[in-house]
């Protein structure tokens, strides 16, 4: 319920939600609801947004990668998919944390450039972020320990209960 009615705040009074919220529990809780929920909304009110998946961003820079490798000239750049990533009002990143998304160093660099995009503008743009990781768990994880950190500038809200699914 808090998560929710941090969600609604995030639209109240205005047609350009903003703010900075990490929504963290285990499997099943509804978190990726909700974020569908706020994509939905924000498309309701004719503001960009996405949902997507933190291995679905990390997919989509190798593709760009192997496509360069090609010699692609119609391939996007990995600086224009960040720019791309920052150009949506509402963002929503799913299944970002420890158990769901690839940690080599260059890997968790380029999604971590597009939350530090989205968080430097977190006063003008809306990022969702869901993870089955707990803050404590990221923080002790040397390579999360940085993003833990950016957690803790937005709404942390524990979402749990019993499980939806099934």
């Not at 320990?145 to 099934?166: M, V």
Request: proline content about 2%; glycine content about 6%; overall charge neutral.
């Amino acid at each position: 319920q808090a998560a929710a009615s941090a969600v609604l705040d995030m639209f109240t009074d205005t047609l350009t939600p903003s703010g900075w919220l990490f929504i963290y529990g285990d499997n099943g809780q509804g978190k990726t609801g909700l974020l569908k929920s706020a994509v939905a909304m924000a498309c309701h009110i004719g503001t960009t947004a996405r949902y997507t998946t933190a291995s679905n961003i990390l997919n989509e820079i190798y593709d760009l990668i192997e496509r360069n490798k090609r010699h692609d000239d119609q391939a996007e750049t990995i600086l224009e998919l960040i720019r791309r990533y920052d150009r949506y009002q509402v963002l929503a990143i799913d299944e970002a944390g420890l158990d769901r998304t690839a940690d080599t160093p260059f890997a968790l660099s380029k999604l971590f450039d597009i939350f530090d995009a989205r968080y430097s503008r977190r006063a003008f743009t809306a990022t969702l972020i869901a993870s089955n990781s707990q803050p404590q768990a990221l923080e002790r994880h040397s390579q999360w320990r940085y993003f833990e950190s950016r957690t803790r500038d937005g709404l942390r809200i524990p979402i749990g209960g019993a499980n939806l699914r099934g």
